[in-house]
């Protein structure tokens, strides 16, 4: 079966590209998996792409790269319904409403179309008009699920599948390290600068303890200044961005989540993978699907006092090494209903029922 997958960008450090490129490895075990990326901007995609995975962009925006064309968003709709009016394949999945809109009007018919989604659409009459073309919409959570469904009511029919992790093996922390870690893009709608404040109280009463911030965003001078202001330079380390996230998250014996409203939970399941329990806020709604107070992590209260509150909930954790070891154990059970191949077989099952 060939199975197309399109992107805005394959290049980028987001949670959907991440899942995205994870499933397009798992399928391309057993099917002809082409990754297609609107815009390519760098040599390489951040991720890991599998060797079997084929690598095509629409427009290519790497710096010194000369086009026939004028650059801007004329260009890349144009360049776009090119290639989808070409397509050949049995499958198109796309990653966000405004691609899924470009294939329900030019792709092939007898292409299966298949949305992909993780977010409510910013603009939603588009897609309420073009997606009953569409053969599917897969949301990544179930309440993800009864929102779609709500919004394409009797449009396509609105299916549930999981996110995928990386193929194993998977680094396995030793819960032995006094490190708390954070990773992602450093966004105002990521709450870093929360995360910072209750980490202040937490080197405190818990000196020993240290944050480690992975990743990068515009918010990266905010958040130095704020561990600054806030005496945190020997407690609150910026490491930067790193391919290998796992890796990293196995350095550490709780790993936080203090998103404000998270659509997308790939780091809380990459941290599970390692067997590390999560701290995430109850707001979130992704992570909520996921974390489970006692049993692979803690869910906190969004309130007035939501800082001391996930600060009481890390000290918690760390001074109860018996429970952090607890809730390591059913970390590991939540990633493994999200192995690659599980997922990848999920969605073999949808497209061969929708088929």
């Known amino acids: 079966m060939r199975i197309a997958l399109l992107l805005p960008s394959a290049y980028g450090m987001r949670g959907d590209v991440r899942a995205t490129l994870n499933?397009?490895?798992?399928?391309?075990?057993?099917?002809?998996?082409?990754?297609?990326?609107?815009?390519?901007q760098k040599e390489k995609p951040f991720f890991p792409v599998g060797?079997?995975?084929?690598?095509?962009?629409?427009?290519?925006?790497?710096?010194?790269?000369?086009?026939?064309?004028p650059r801007g968003q004329v260009r890349t709709e144009v360049a776009l319904w090119r290639v989808l009016r070409g397509l050949r394949c049995d499958v198109l999945v796309t990653t966000r409403p405004g691609?899924?809109?470009?294939?329900?009007?030019?792709?092939?018919?007898?292409?299966?179309?298949?949305a992909r989604e993780w977010a409510r659409p910013a603009v939603p009459a588009p897609v309420r008009r073009f997606y009953p073309r569409l053969?599917?919409?897969?949301?990544?959570?179930?309440?993800?699920?009864?929102?779609?469904?709500?919004?394409l009511d009797g449009g396509p029919a609105v299916h549930f599948v999981q996110d995928a992790l990386p193929a194993g093996p998977w680094p396995r922390s030793r819960m032995d390290n006094r490190i708390v870690a954070a990773g992602g893009r450093w966004v105002a709608v990521k709450g870093y600068d929360r995360l910072v404040r209750a980490f202040a109280v937490v080197a405190d009463k818990r000196p020993d303890w240290q944050l480690r911030l992975y990743g990068g965003g515009p918010e990266e001078r905010r958040l130095r200044a704020l561990a600054q202001e806030l005496d945190l330079h020997n407690h609150v380390y910026f490491m930067g961005t790193t391919p290998d996230l796992a890796g990293e998250f196995a350095k550490a014996s709780i790993v936080a989540?203090?998103?404000?409203?998270?659509?997308?939970?790939?780091?809380v399941l990459e941290a599970m993978g390692c067997g590390v329990p999560v701290v995430a806020y109850e707001g979130a709604r992704a992570p909520a699907e996921f974390v489970a107070t006692g049993y692979n992590g803690v869910l906190v209260p969004e309130s007035g006092a939501d800082e001391e509150l996930f600060a009481a909930a890390l000290l918690a954790l760390i001074d109860d090494e018996r429970r952090r070891r607890s809730l390591a154990a059913g970390a590991l059970d939540t990633a493994a209903r999200h192995a690659a191949a599980e997922v990848a077989g999920q969605w073999e099952k949808l497209i061969a029922d929708l088929r």
């Open 23 to 40: 499933l397009a490895n798992a399928l391309a075990e057993r099917h002809e998996v082409e990754v297609i990326s609107v815009r390519r």
């Open 51 to 69: 060797p079997r995975v084929v690598m095509r962009s629409v427009v290519d925006a790497r710096p010194g790269v000369r086009h026939l064309l």
């Open 99 to 114: 691609l899924g809109v470009q294939a329900a009007r030019h792709a092939p018919r007898e292409v299966l179309k298949l």
């Open 135 to 151: 053969d599917a919409v897969v949301a990544a959570t179930e309440a993800g699920q009864e929102e779609w469904g709500r919004l």
């Open 257 to 267: 989540h203090p998103s404000r409203g998270d659509d997308q939970a790939m780091t």
